[in-house]
């Protein structure tokens, strides 16, 4: 009587292992297909990682101030801090005293004249890495109840950017305060800093070179 329904089981079986075959199949292609774009985000982001590393990302270096004490007075010394994640290089930084130039070249037009860069100091680096500050051999002259504002051009392999560094003393303190933006139509301010104290204007206001 088993040999009666023997075509019947075997076609049975063979659609149950058919439709398990199909069902294992179907398993293993989303399991590939999962390890495909699993592999390509990873090539991406790898790839994103490297750009990054060669281009600086984000990052951007701010031409900032550390106030150190030398014989019962402060000393306002440069420095060069690398904000973001990423290495920068190439890091060349052009300042001069905004008051100065205003006061000695008044109808400059906003060109710069062989005399006017004769005005401007330079710091190159070669490098810089993310999230680190470097000493430089430059330092701020400030008299007592002055304000010594610079207007600085930094470039570093993720970009150019301008920035307005202030530099204050008062009692005998330095106080500092700095603002630094993208370059172009619409310049958008990156970073500002101003210190507690620093000396504000009759309205409560910093004297920035550049009054938005």
């Known amino acids: 009587m088993f040999n009666n329904y023997l075509p019947q089981i075997l076609i049975c079986l063979g659609m149950i292992f058919t439709f398990f075959g199909g069902a294992i199949a179907f398993h293993r292609n989303r399991q590939s297909t999962a390890l495909i774009k699993n592999l390509g985000k990873s090539n991406l982001d790898l790839t994103q990682k490297l750009h990054n590393q060669i281009t600086g990302g ?9 106030i150190i004490k ?9 420095t060069v801090f690398n904000k973001g994640k990423f290495p920068l290089s190439a890091v060349e930084i052009y300042y001069c005293d905004a008051d100065f ?4 070249f008044p109808n400059n037009n906003g060109e710069l004249s062989v005399e006017m860069l004769t005005h401007y100091r330079t710091i190159s680096l070669p490098s810089i890495k993310e999230n680190t500050t470097t000493m430089t051999q430059e330092a701020v002259n400030v008299q007592e109840g002055k304000i010594v504002r610079l207007s600085v051009q930094l470039s ?3 970009g150019s950017f301008a920035e307005e560094l202030l530099v204050a003393k008062r009692d005998g303190n330095l106080f500092y305060a700095y ?3 993208t370059i172009g139509e619409k ?4 970073e500002e800093y101003i210190s507690p104290n620093f000396p504000t204007d009759t309205n409560g206001k910093i ?3 550049m009054n938005r």
Not at 58 to 66: A, E, G, Q, T
Not at 70 to 78: H, R, V, Y
């Open 58 to 66: 984000d990052s951007f270096p701010i031409l900032n101030v550390s």
């Open 70 to 78: 030398q014989n019962n007075n402060q000393l306002a010394l440069l």
């Open 101 to 104: 130039m205003s006061q000695n």
């Open 156 to 158: 570093a392999n993720s």
């Open 179 to 181: 603002r630094i933006n």
């Open 187 to 190: 310049p958008k301010i990156l």
């Open 207 to 209: 004297n920035w070179i």
